[in-house]
C-alpha cells in the first residue's frame, strides 16, 4: 500500500455503526449521525440503511453531497449567512429535507427568502448555548422568543432545538425553553443533542432529547479512548506510515502534519499501533517522529491512530477500506467548500 494511506477496518467500522444505532433503538432516540467525521458517502448509506432518521452535515457542501448521493433528508446546524450560501440552501431545499439552526432573528429574513425561491417550508431549530461558549441563545427565555419569531415568519417552520455538547445543566435549559415555548402554544417536536464522548450516557437524556448527533463514533480516536467512550480495539481508522528513516533514537514516519493534523493530546500526535507504547511524539509537514524506535525497521510499514480522526479525515482525498487485509476499494472524501 502507498503510504501515507487513511484506512478503515470494515469489520470494526460495521460493529461501531450497528451498534451505535441498537443504543438509539433501546433508548428511543432518532440518530442522526454526524458526516462531518468521515465526510463519506459509502459510510453514510450504511448509517441509513441501519436505521439512522437523516444526517448532520456541517457545511452545504457535505449536505450537497448527501443530497446528491440519494440521502433526502440533513440538518445543517450552522448559521447559514450571505447570499451565496443562501442561494444554495434554496436549491437544497428544493431537492431534499433540510433543516438549520439559528441563534439570531437578524437570520430569519435571509432563510425566508430562500425558503420562498425553493417553495418549500425550511425547517429551523434553535441552538442553545448551553456551555460550550460559541453559537447558541444563552437563556431559556431567549430560546422561547426566537421560537415565536420563526414561526411567524413566512415560509420557515418551527421545529425545536438544538445543543452541543450536553454538559449538566443542559437538561434544565432545555427543560425550561420547552416549557416556555409550550405556553405560547408552539410544538416542540425536536431537541436534538450531541458529541461523542458522552454519547452512552444519551439513554439519561430521554424523554426530553429526542434526537443525538454523534460523528466520531463510527471511527473513534485516540481522543474518544481517552474519553472512555471507546477501547483500541473499536477503533476502525487508522493512518498507514513507512518507516523511511531511523536516525538518533527515533524512526522517521512519512505521516506528518498533512496525514495526521498537528493537534496535539499531551503525550503526542499519534499512537504506533504496532509499537505498544510508541507516541508520535513531534511533526513536520512530510514527517512523523516516532519514539521510542524500539523495534521499528527501515520500510517498515505501521498503523497510527490519529488524535482527531474528523481532522485527519479531512486531510485525506480518499478512505482505503480494507477487510482481512485485503483492500476493498477507493471511497471518496468530500472535503471541498
Given at each position: 500500500m502507498l503510504t501515507p494511506a487513511v484506512v478503515v477496518d470494515?469489520?470494526?467500522?460495521?460493529?461501531?455503526l450497528a451498534r451505535w444505532q441498537e443504543h438509539c433503538d433501546r433508548t428511543g432516540l432518532a440518530n442522526r449521525p454526524h458526516v462531518k467525521t468521515h465526510k463519506c458517502v459509502e459510510i453514510a448509506r450504511r448509517q441509513i440503511e441501519l436505521g439512522a432518521r437523516g444526517v448532520t452535515c456541517q457545511t452545504l457542501y457535505e449536505a450537497e453531497t448527501m443530497v446528491d448521493a440519494g440521502i433526502d433528508?440533513?440538518?445543517?446546524?450552522?448559521?447559514?449567512?450571505?447570499?451565496?450560501?443562501?442561494?444554495?440552501?434554496?436549491?437544497?431545499?428544493?431537492?431534499?429535507?433540510?433543516?438549520?439552526?439559528?441563534?439570531?432573528?437578524?437570520?430569519?429574513a435571509g432563510l425566508s427568502l430562500a425558503a420562498g425561491r425553493a417553495g418549500s417550508e425550511l425547517a429551523v431549530l434553535v441552538d442553545c448555548d448551553t456551555g460550550l461558549g460559541r453559537t447558541g441563545v444563552r437563556s431559556p427565555a431567549e430560546a422561547a422568543g426566537l421560537a415565536?419569531?420563526?414561526?411567524?415568519?413566512?415560509g420557515l417552520r418551527f421545529a425545536g432545538l438544538l445543543t452541543f455538547?450536553?454538559?449538566?445543566?443542559?437538561?434544565?435549559?432545555?427543560?425550561?425553553?420547552?416549557?416556555?415555548?409550550?405556553?405560547?402554544?408552539?410544538?416542540?417536536?425536536?431537541?436534538?443533542?450531541?458529541?461523542?464522548?458522552?454519547?452512552?450516557?444519551?439513554?439519561?437524556?430521554?424523554?426530553?432529547?429526542?434526537?443525538?448527533?454523534?460523528?466520531t463514533y463510527a471511527?473513534?480516536?485516540?481522543?474518544?479512548?481517552?474519553?472512555?467512550?471507546?477501547?483500541?480495539?473499536?477503533?476502525?481508522?487508522?493512518?498507514?506510515?513507512?518507516?523511511?528513516?531511523?536516525?538518533y533514537g527515533h524512526?522517521?514516519?512519512?505521516?506528518?502534519?498533512?496525514?495526521?493534523?498537528?493537534?496535539?493530546?499531551?503525550?503526542?500526535?499519534?499512537?504506533?499501533?504496532?509499537?505498544?507504547?510508541a507516541r508520535v511524539v513531534r511533526l513536520d509537514e512530510e514527517h512523523g517522529y516516532v519514539e521510542p524506535a524500539g523495534r521499528l525497521e527501515l520500510g517498515q510499514q505501521v498503523r497510527i491512530v490519529p488524535n482527531h480522526v474528523c481532522l485527519a479525515v479531512n486531510l485525506a482525498d480518499e478512505l482505503v477500506p480494507v477487510r482481512d487485509g485485503v483492500v476493498t476499494g477507493r471511497w471518496p472524501v468530500a472535503r471541498g467548500r
Open positions: 470494515l469489520d470494526r467500522l460495521e460493529s461501531n433528508d440533513v440538518l445543517v446546524p450552522y448559521n447559514v449567512v450571505g447570499d451565496g450560501k443562501l442561494e444554495r440552501l434554496a436549491t437544497l431545499l428544493g431537492r431534499a429535507h433540510v433543516g438549520v439552526t439559528v441563534d439570531d432573528a437578524a437570520l430569519l415565536r419569531e420563526i414561526a411567524r415568519t413566512s455538547p450536553s454538559p449538566p445543566g443542559a437538561s434544565a435549559f432545555l427543560e425550561e425553553a420547552v416549557a416556555l415555548i409550550g405556553r405560547d402554544g408552539l410544538a416542540v417536536e425536536t431537541v436534538s443533542a450531541g458529541g461523542t464522548p458522552t454519547m452512552w450516557s444519551s439513554g439519561g437524556l430521554r424523554p426530553l432529547v429526542t434526537e443525538y448527533r454523534a460523528g471511527f473513534n480516536d485516540r481522543n474518544t479512548v481517552r474519553a472512555g467512550a471507546a477501547s483500541l480495539d473499536d477503533v476502525a481508522l487508522t493512518v498507514a506510515a513507512t518507516v523511511v528513516s531511523r536516525r524512526a522517521i514516519v512519512d505521516a506528518g502534519s498533512k496525514a495526521l493534523s498537528s493537534e496535539a493530546a499531551g503525550d503526542g500526535f499519534g499512537l504506533v499501533v504496532e509499537a505498544p507504547g
